[in-house]
């Protein structure tokens, strides 16, 4: 049982006040006062005064301190429950998704059932003088405040077990000498109120070990499957070794590191005489030998995204000890949905060599992310757990309207008539490269419209040399492309508008936003609210980076395009997946030897990004944006709008509609039904008649000023000596693209340049 006593704070308050200003006049009778009950306070209060303040307010602080904590300190489960640990994520409708870093996955057992073991392997490695002290160790914080006030700052903690436990349980790991201070005053009071084994009974039943495990019995459940009581010397030593730094050497992580730590803490129970030097070597000769829990929570790879944003925002402490709650914007009824729909197109396409899939979807006016799959299955072996939605992973054709975009901001429009036919393009080792489209066929003059609807190469390449490839790289990035290997233009060339640069989906996701947004920036967000363990809001807003980027009119060209099924009927026929039961906008890509391909569109409601292909990024069979991709972005969609209104893409003021030939671009009557509608800014209308012979792009109009962040190049910079490129990829993986290095089990980039790009 706890030793209990009665304390007038007040009067504690003001002896110790009057002890401090007995002191300040050199009086001797003050020292007499701090042989009762609460000397030591006094002492460390005198300490702190003199080293830090001069004054008696330490002594106000230390016993405001003491009567602030009465509560929680006075009763050992209020004290262990002091801290609402945990963390509770939510999805937008309140379903929970996780629960986790805490109370409910502590248990908590008495010290006779903790093995010897493990109690002197934590009291060899975190304080040695636990059953000497009184609380805190004179040597250790004098060494502490020695180390820190050299280095004007906190730097050494000096701390002995029972001021670990009450950081841990009343204080926060703010690193300042007043934290410090009413750390020391709390451990002192804890002395008085219990015993040593009591003690060390709370703190071995609080201390966090990772892996969301509080305590010595949720620790040795998490990384060894079996009670704390039958734990050995070696596991013991890991987990005592845990506790000075749970994620460094997490086991699981890093073995090495969780090896090193664990001989140390050997080397330590040798030192203190609780184990012979033969033991400490036998025991440092075995392996490390640890497992990890299976995940079942909801959403798992929107989790994490979440976590680690939590981490970045409010610190591990609030995430794993603060008790909050979290609200984020998915949607889980669609995310369940959306798992199902991956997971059952990549099972049918499981003879084509086709074993993976990543789904992201927002919504364009506020970026909320509303699905995430970041695999076909989390749980499964050697790749589950990667998240391909933030992989770097060529985006094949469905970049070209990134370079279609800059082209249009420059004077083009979808009347605008370029050549396909066969290309010359030197390269380095002074071999020619010649482009080809998908089907290797080249269908001469042809208008923007229809080469974007189609997906086709060759013009696709005019586009951007007409577009300049540092243009096009800023608008990529204005859109909300952060990739680092678009830093590197000279890497590409042009294959970068065949996809040969590297993108996450869920960057892509953000700038098909930015298309359907009408040009303002769009940056996918998956927190809505945060609330602390009381239900105060404490949610840290995302800076505003909301801005415009291109005009509304220039999107909406490029949002009419690619919702125009009938001009891709040409090379997708009249029922492909990209045809949904409302208006959409949608752009396919496929990558070299089809190692990945993707299907990324967008409604006035929904945005979703879908990537299909394999983690080793080994080749599939066959398999293209349309029949990969495509229909799992189709049914996705379908499935998300259901019940929604149908809504068209609203027409921004100042564009203007004309009927033009299909084959040049020019003009016709506009009752002429082989016509085309076709858009155009009002001040850039199109005045040449179909079959005039007048080339529409030989004097190109600016339409907008360039972006403040990169002046527009003149046509003749666009003209430049062209960079050389490898044989594209179907759906533009090619390009002259080292191969870049991945984290382990991430999609790598591709190598092999064989096949003509795809839609």
């Keep these: 049982m706890a030793k209990r006593s009665n304390i007038n704070f007040d009067h504690v308050i003001a002896d110790l006040k009057a002890i401090a200003h007995d002191m300040a006049k050199g009086s001797r009778k003050s020292w007499g006062a701090l042989t009762s009950h609460y000397s030591r306070i006094a002492i460390l209060s005198i300490t702190f005064l003199i080293v830090i303040t001069g004054s008696a307010i330490a002594i106000d602080m230390g016993m405001t301190t003491m009567k602030a904590n009465q509560r929680n300190i006075s009763n050992p489960e209020s004290l262990m429950n002091s801290k609402n640990t945990g963390t509770t994520i939510l999805d937008r409708n309140g379903e929970v998704l996780f629960q986790g870093y805490g109370a409910v996955t502590r248990h908590n057992i ?24 009184g609380g805190f160790s004179w040597k250790g914080t004098t060494r502490a405040i020695i180390a820190d006030l050299r280095h004007t700052g906190m730097v050494q903690g000096g701390s002995t077990i029972t001021q670990q436990l009450v950081k841990n349980t009343l204080l926060t790991n703010e690193k300042s000498f007043t934290r410090k201070y009413k750390e020391a005053v709390l451990a002192v009071d804890m002395e008085r109120r219990y015993s040593k084994d009591q003690i060390l009974q709370m703190y071995l039943n609080t201390i966090y070990y990772g892996q969301g495990a509080y305590g010595v019995e949720s620790a040795a459940q998490t990384y060894f499957n079996k009670p704390a009581k039958e734990l050995t010397l070696e596991e013991s030593a890991l987990l005592a070794g845990l506790a000075q730094s749970p994620s460094r050497y997490d086991p699981n992580v890093d073995k090495q590191a969780a090896k090193d730590r664990r001989d140390y803490v050997l080397s330590r129970m040798q030192e203190e005489g609780y184990i012979t030097e033969s033991i400490a070597n036998q025991t440092a000769n075995k ?20 976590l680690d944003e939590l981490r970045r925002k409010y610190g591990p402490d609030i995430v794993e000890k603060g008790g909050i709650t979290v609200t984020t914007t998915l949607d889980y009824k669609k995310q369940e949905a959306a798992e199902q729909i991956v997971k059952a197109q990549v099972e049918k396409l499981a003879s084509r060599n086709a074993t993976n899939s990543g789904l992201v979807a927002v919504t364009p006016n506020n970026g909320d992310i509303i699905s995430m799959v970041g695999s076909v299955d989390y749980n499964k072996p050697g790749y589950g757990a990667v998240n391909v939605t933030l992989a770097q992973l060529q985006p094949g054709s469905s970049f070209k309207p990134i370079a279609y975009a800059t082209a249009f901001t420059k004077g083009w429009n979808g009347a605008t008539k370029v050549d396909d036919k066969p290309m010359r393009v030197p390269q380095y080792d002074g071999t020619v490269y010649e482009p080809k489209n998908y089907d290797g066929k080249f269908r001469g003059q042809m208008t923007l419209r229809r080469a974007l609807a189609n997906s086709f190469n060759i013009p696709a390449i005019e586009v951007l040399k007409y577009a300049g490839l540092p243009d096009t790289i800023t608008m990529a990035h204005s859109l909300g492309i952060q990739a680092p290997s678009l830093t590197q233009p000279d890497r590409y060339g042009l294959s970068l508008v065949l996809g040969g640069g590297e993108v996450r989906p869920l960057d892509m996701a953000g700038v098909y936003s930015t298309f359907a947004n009408y040009g303002t920036t769009v940056t996918p967000r998956a927190i809505k609210q945060v609330k602390d363990k009381y239900g105060d809001d404490i949610t840290k807003p995302a800076p505003n980076t909301s801005k415009q980027v291109i005009d509304p009119r220039v999107t909406y060209m490029v949002t009419n395009i690619l919702s125009d099924n009938k001009t891709r009927e040409e090379m997708f026929g009249t029922n492909s997946p990209l045809k949904l039961s409302r208006p959409a906008a949608v752009k396919t890509g496929t990558t070299n030897d089809y190692r990945d391909n993707w ?130 990829g179907r759906g533009g993986g090619g390009g002259n693209i080292p191969p870049q290095p991945e984290p382990p089990q991430a999609p790598q980039a591709p190598n092999k340049k064989t096949n003509p790009a795809a839609p």
């Design 110 to 133: 008495p010290l006779n059932e903790m093995p010897d073991s493990l109690k002197n392997a934590t009291l060899a490695t975190e304080d040695p003088d636990f059953y000497q002290h």
């Design 287 to 306: 392996p490390v030998v640890a497992g990890m829990r299976k995940i079942t929570i909801k959403a798992p790879h929107f989790v994490f995204f979440v």
């Design 599 to 728: 299907a990324v569109g967008y409604t006035p409601d929904i945005v979703t990004a879908v990537w299909v292909g394999n983690n080793d990024h080994s080749p599939m069979v066959n398999v293209d944006g349309v029949t990969g991709a495509a229909p799992i972005w189709k049914d996705y969609m379908e499935m998300a709008h259901a019940g929604m209104p149908i809504k068209e893409f609203p027409v921004p003021p100042g564009v203007v509609f004309a009927k033009v030939c299909a084959s040049d671009g020019g003009l016709v009557d506009q009752n002429d039904p082989n016509g085309v509608t076709e858009v155009f800014l009002a001040e850039s209308q199109e005045t040449r008649r179909c079959g005039s012979g007048s080339d529409s792009q030989s004097k190109p109009q600016p339409i907008i000023e360039a972006r403040a962040e990169a002046p527009v190049e003149q046509v003749q910079q666009a003209q430049a000596p062209i960079q050389p490129v490898d044989e594209p």
